[in-house]
């Protein structure tokens, strides 16, 4: 990939950048490099909006410490501005820890700090200020994303081609039109770089094979076994388009 290709077709789309955003960037996309290119486009496109563009991990409600985001959604709970939360998760527990939204993506609730324990291979329930790490949460970000750790949407169900729709990896549509729009200049920066599509073309099977005019007990032999192996093709054909059928948040 031409870094400085790619970079200066972003700063052509969104100004000039900061070094912390500069390295942001370059974490997810060495995270994400063994993707194809809508898929790296829409996780940088997730990153620069969940992270209000810094490309650094952030807390909930971008607070700098825990307390303060705990606060800061205590508050928004009493107000009723969070109706869609059923629990508020950011309460401390018994072990003084919160399990609020952390990372490139707001990793929020015990039970989805697990999962993303298990999948990148980080002791988050131990730490959940891992989340915070860059490298990990990248790893987040990327991993959950692509098996659909978050929503039960992965990225393959979307991408390439609706950008909009692959909102509902991370959050519904949720702001998905803006989103989408980021998703679409990170990709032109990224053509510019020199990546490609990633999408393989699929190859077309040989042909069956052709019997030959024969004659006796040895040439119609010949043709039975040419005329099953053809069956034979056939099947493995039609069970190969089988399968490929079967295949086929902050609010303030």
């Excluded at 900061?18 to 809508?38: M, T």
């Excluded at 563009?53 to 501005?81: C, F, H, I, Y």
């Excluded at 007990?217 to 399968?243: H, N, P, R």
């Amino acid at each position: 990939m031409n870094s400085q290709a790619f970079f200066d077709e972003v700063r052509k789309q969104f100004g000039k950048l900061k070094a912390s955003q500069v390295q942001g960037f370059e974490i997810i996309l060495n995270a994400a490099a063994h993707l194809p290119r809508s898929h790296q486009a829409y996780l940088l496109a997730t990153a620069w909006h969940e992270t209000a563009r810094t490309m650094q991990p952030a807390r909930e409600t971008l607070a700098k410490t825990d307390e303060s985001a705990v606060n800061k959604l205590e508050r928004a709970w009493k107000a009723g501005k969070l109706k869609w939360v059923k629990t508020p998760y950011w309460r401390f527990d018994s072990q003084g820890k919160t399990w609020l939204g952390r990372g490139y993506v707001q990793l929020t609730h015990r039970d989805n700090y697990q999962k993303a324990a298990a999948l990148v291979g980080a002791d988050l329930l131990g730490n959940p200020d891992l989340a915070m790490r860059a490298d990990i949460a990248a790893k987040v970000l990327v991993e959950g994303s692509s098996i659909g750790m978050f929503t039960g949407k992965k990225l393959s169900d979307y991408l390439p081609g609706d950008y909009r729709g692959a909102r509902r990896v991370i959050n519904g549509l949720d702001k998905a039109d803006t989103i989408s729009s980021y998703a679409s200049a990170f990709e032109r920066a990224l053509q510019a770089a020199g990546v490609s599509s990633g999408i393989k073309t699929p190859t077309k099977p040989p042909p069956a094979p052709t019997a030959r005019s024969g004659g006796g007990k040895a040439a119609a032999q010949t043709g039975a076994g040419v005329a099953l192996t053809g069956v034979g093709l056939w099947a493995a054909m039609k069970w190969a388009e089988i399968e490929a059928w079967f295949a086929g948040w902050w609010p303030f």
